[in-house]
């Protein structure tokens, strides 16, 4: 009826325009709700080759994403104070560019404008809803390449115990920058720590994948309990980090607490440079699942 009335108001052509300019305008898929449950899953470590207890995943089957799993980014991090997400990336993040289809999460990063920005991509986690600290967090993926991309599965602190960026930690599972380029067929493993910024530091690995990474579904997934963080590609262990610190609290803080997880595909930043003329678009990061696994089961 409210269509009627506005169609009645602005006459004959001017209601044929409203008409397909509103059908023109898709509401959005993915939608954050207000008030999400957070579920914390405190597991017992995983210990190599030992018996694993699945206690969280999404295989990516249903229609579209679950807001009470997934918080969905919009913007280009201003909202935290970092613009750029601390990096200087290139991309504006819109929450329908992650969708799920044929059982896959799929993020794309599009050469798109959004107000001053050139390109858009998606960051999705779990923050506020699902958290975990210690055991096995895995998923399967294939990845994107190019000049000036880096996708990325990682960790941060559900809070800030101990204080803002590193001091409370961070655990980049995978990350991998500008594949078939520069980069290689490589992924890093990364640890941050320290003081807060600028007073952090970090330590990483590289593991050069076998085949291909943008081609191939590889299974990416680190091994963390208290004093050891335990990094594989395919089952392969190629990096284990038992050194870290914070600056208030006592070893093994700050990875002593519960994380959330993410999935992103940023575009540029200080770590992979700009596209090039070279670089493709759009692209896709696409996820066949990601699973949490315990070391033992626990009795309720």
Do not use: K
């Amino acid at each position: 009826m409210l269509t009627c009335l506005a169609v009645s108001a602005c006459g004959g052509s001017g209601s044929s325009d409203v008409a397909q300019q509103s059908a023109a305008v898709p509401e959005p898929s993915n939608v954050n709700i207000v008030n999400p449950s957070l579920t914390v899953a405190d597991n017992a470590p995983v210990t190599p080759g030992g018996a694993r207890n699945l206690v969280w995943s999404d295989e990516f089957d249903a229609a579209q994403l679950d807001p009470a799993t997934w918080f969905f980014e919009t913007g280009n991090g201003s909202q935290y104070g970092i613009p750029g997400w601390g990096n200087n990336e290139l991309q504006w993040y819109l929450p329908d560019s992650a969708r799920t289809s044929g059982g896959l999460l799929i993020i794309t990063a599009r050469r798109q404008e959004q107000g001053d920005y050139d390109y858009t991509s998606a960051r999705i986690n779990t923050r506020d809803r699902f958290a975990l600290r210690y055991g096995r967090i895995e998923a399967r993926i294939r990845l994107p390449g190019g000049q000036g991309l880096w996708p990325a599965f990682w960790l941060l602190p559900q809070e800030d115990t101990y204080g803002t960026w590193a001091a409370s930690g961070e655990i980049d599972i995978m990350e991998a920058i500008n594949l078939g380029g520069s980069g290689g067929n490589s992924v890093l493993g990364t640890i941050h720590y320290g003081g807060m910024s600028p007073n952090n530091v970090f330590s990483s690995n590289e593991y050069l994948v076998p085949g291909s990474a943008t081609a191939e579904f590889r299974d990416y997934a680190v091994e963390w309990g208290p004093g050891e963080i335990r990094w594989y590609v395919d089952d392969v262990l190629y990096a284990v980090e038992s050194y870290w610190f914070t600056e208030t609290a006592d070893y093994p803080a700050p990875f002593d607490r519960p994380f959330y997880l993410i999935f992103n595909v940023a575009v540029g930043g200080n770590l992979p440079g700009d596209p090039d003329s070279a670089t493709r678009f759009p692209v896709s990061m696409e996820v066949d699942y990601v699973r949490v696994y315990s070391g033992e089961t626990r009795d309720e």
